[in-house]
Each structure stands twice: as structure tokens, then as C-alpha cells.
């Protein structure tokens, strides 16, 4: 049995998250309220789903 690299699998749910995010939001560069993000939405959902999946302390 192999095991993944930590970078690789975030790097692999975040493509998973980007690709379905594209496709489920029809205008994701709507312009926002307030101060620029420095996170994509895309970058945070798979910040969200490491922390939650992942037994990291």
C-alpha cells in the first residue's frame, strides 16, 4: 500500500473543488462588497474539507 503526500492530496481535492465549483457557479467573478479576497472560494471549500476529513490536530 502507498500512501499520498499531504500537498498532493490537498492539491488533488482542491482541483476536485475548483473543477465542480466552475461548473455549479455560473458567475464566479460577481463583483463582492468589501475588501478583496486573498483566497479564491475554491481555496477556502477545500481549507474547509481538509480540516474537517483530515484527523490533524
Known sequence: MTSID???L??????????WYEKQVKNPTVL???????????EI????LVMDYLPIP
Do not use: Q
Request: avoid cysteine.
Open 6 to 8: 499531504l500537498g498532493e
Open 32 to 42: 463582492k462588497p468589501g475588501v478583496k479576497a486573498r483566497m479564491s472560494d475554491s
Open 10 to 19: 490537498i492539491t488533488t481535492i482542491f482541483v476536485i473543488v475548483d473543477d
Open 45 to 48: 471549500m477545500t481549507l474547509a
